[in-house]
């Protein structure tokens, strides 16, 4: 796919760089020791030994492994200022949001969501992630609809591309677990759509390289609202060009309510509403069955995997090789910050290469699995397809992690570094659609005390009275 050439962008020479990943699966991943042209916002050359032009701005990449930056397709950045809350540390999920996020919806500003929002997308930024889908259910009845926007002035401010999954509970969808245990209530259907379609006007671009999207993406389709309206969500929603997202079987509560109140699996039951396909996606995705895995590839319908959270709330490891295997289409999300205590990618890619290994064997996963289910597996998922690989015509989004560290001496492959090691590794550079957004480990124009500061000030404005 080739991305539109933008104007304005100044050109860059990536050089020297000991080892590129592609984000191509299997043996293709592996790029070799590659320079790296980008031009007008994609990637013109890749190939070794190539001289700086005039005026070229030249970023120096000996001693670094170069890859595509990361795509975290589930996020959830308000929660950026509820790490570690001591009453639901040890809960898990449905308990978990009862005690953590939904008491304090209502406490959520603009303003807070702006703190939380920055400190999430610097962390993203500084593991090497260049594009953030954000699962943002800060909606209830009464309650402002202006955060979604705070997003957007964020993901801009910081060089994001950025994809707000507009989330939300509607009316008469009693058995929500969060909503269950709080004075709120959820919104209307009307209210919901008529955002959604305000979000869309302002927002939402439709080509393959872009840098706004908008995702109808109601909590969840079994709690969240009554069956019957996901089929009208799901036309919706089509009919505005917008794909589709929520959380599915993240724990065996999805289960048991599916069979409960509709006598099927979950995945069947979102099947039977119109909420399966290549412009849909799930989070999680922890308990399923064979014949669920098989209507998920059959459809199309991707996952975005998470399993630190998934590990932290207890709720199980996701069958993500099994996926894999049946053409599901693989992407990563860090999830929340609440159920996670880390906003890294590169603490997700860490877990999802060892997790699986731990649970089916040393061969359940390697390195080039991982980054590809986290760069173009992701990028797909999103509908980005100019996005997620080091190729000629493709969106110069990459991450030029630095290798200089006594933790990295004595590495036999410098190039699986990155996910075999984990965290700490030093982002050197990133680009997003060819502009630098990390410069020598720093995020330009950010001060990084100040945000400390408003950090601590959001949490005590969120504390428990």
């Given amino acids: 796919m080739n991305a539109k050439p933008q104007e304005g962008v100044p050109s860059l020479l990536i050089r020297g760089a000991d080892a590129v990943l592609s984000g191509r699966p299997g043996a293709a991943a592996r790029a070799g020791s590659l320079d790296i042209r980008v031009q007008g916002g994609r990637i013109l050359e890749v190939a070794p030994m190539l001289r700086a032009l005039p005026a070229e701005r030249v970023l120096d990449a000996r001693g ?49 969501v702006r703190v939380a929002a920055r400190l999430g997308m610097a962390e993203l930024l500084l593991s ?7 699962h943002h259910y800060l909606y209830h009845g009464g309650g402002t609809k202006d955060s979604g926007d705070v ?16 989330g939300g509970a509607i009316e008469a969808a009693g058995s929500h677990p969060g909503f269950s245990r709080t004075a709120l209530a959820p919104e209307s259907q009307a209210e919901m759509l008529m955002d959604i379609e305000r979000l869309c006007r302002s927002y939402h671009e439709a080509g393959e390289d872009a840098m706004r999207r908008v995702v109808l993406a109601p909590t969840t389709p079994t709690y969240s609202l009554p069956a019957s309206l996901l089929s009208e969500l799901a036309a919706h929603a089509r009919s505005l060009g917008v794909r589709l997202h929520s959380h599915l079987s ?8 599916c069979r ?48 630190v959270s998934n590990a932290r709330l207890g709720s199980g490891i996701a069958p993500v090789p099994q996926l894999a295997a049946a053409g599901v289409p693989i992407s990563l999300g860090v999830d929340g910050v609440a159920s996670n205590e880390s906003g890294s990618m590169l603490a997700e890619a860490h877990m999802a290469w060892l997790v699986h290994r731990a649970n089916q064997g040393a061969q359940a996963t390697t390195v080039e699995d991982i980054v590809h289910w986290g760069t173009r597996g992701g990028a797909q998922v999103l509908g980005l397809g100019a996005v997620g690989l ?46 630098v957004v990390v410069d020598d480990g720093r995020i330009p124009g950010l001060d990084l005390r100040s945000l400390r500061a408003q950090a601590a000030a959001g949490v005590r404005a969120l504390l428990a009275d």
């Fill in 128 to 134: 090497g992630a260049t594009t953030c889908a954000d």
């Fill in 151 to 166: 997003l957007f002035d964020v993901a801009q401010e910081f060089g994001m591309r950025f994809v707000l999954c507009r």
């Fill in 260 to 307: 409960e109140h509709h006598d099927c699996l979950p995945v069947e039951f979102v099947a039977r509403h119109d909420w399966l396909g290549q412009d849909v996606w799930f989070a999680h995705l922890v308990h399923l069955q064979e014949e669920e895995i098989r209507l998920l590839a059959q459809s199309g319908t991707g996952i975005a995997h998470c399993p």
């Fill in 390 to 435: 080091i190729e000629p015509g493709m969106c110069a989004d990459l991450v030029v992690y630095d290798l200089d560290h006594p933790r990295f001496w004595g590495f036999h492959d410098p190039a699986s570094a990155p996910v075999t090691a984990g965290e700490p590794t030093r982002v050197r550079y990133s680009v997003v659609q060819g502009r």
């Fill in 64 to 112: 670094c492994v170069v890859a595509p930056g990361w795509v975290n397709t589930h996020h959830h950045l308000f929660q950026n200022l509820l790490k570690a809350v001591p009453s639901g540390i040890n809960q898990p999920l449905a308990q978990w949001l009862a005690s953590v996020p939904y008491p304090r919806l209502a406490r959520f500003t603009p303003d807070l």
């Fill in 250 to 257: 993240e724990s065996m509560g999805y289960v048991s309510w």
